[in-house]
């Protein structure tokens, strides 16, 4: 699968601000991997997941890399520089 090619299968709704939703985690390393070029550096990962009742419970919010099953990628607004 070529980068193009996963972010139109995942891609998300116009009404929504993130590029795709919903690419399995196992994806993560080689998405990450794609997005190394410089002229593709300016993403952000946010990582999606369930509660697991006994063992996780998550904020709505939020979700831990390790416990997530899907990840979204959204345009990063602001790169910030350290001085």
């Not at 890399?65 to 899907?70: G, I, L, Q």
Request: net charge positive.
């Amino acid at each position: 699968m070529t980068l193009d090619k996963l972010m139109i299968k995942y891609e998300s709704p116009d009404n929504e601000t993130s590029l795709a939703k919903g690419i399995p985690i196992k994806l993560l390393s080689w998405v990450q991997g794609e997005f190394k070029h410089p002229s593709r550096r300016k993403v952000r990962y946010v990582f999606r997941g369930v509660s697991i009742p006994g063992l996780y419970r998550r904020p709505q919010s939020w979700c831990h890399k390790h416990m997530a099953d899907t990840f979204a990628i959204y345009k990063r607004s602001k790169v910030w520089y350290s001085a």
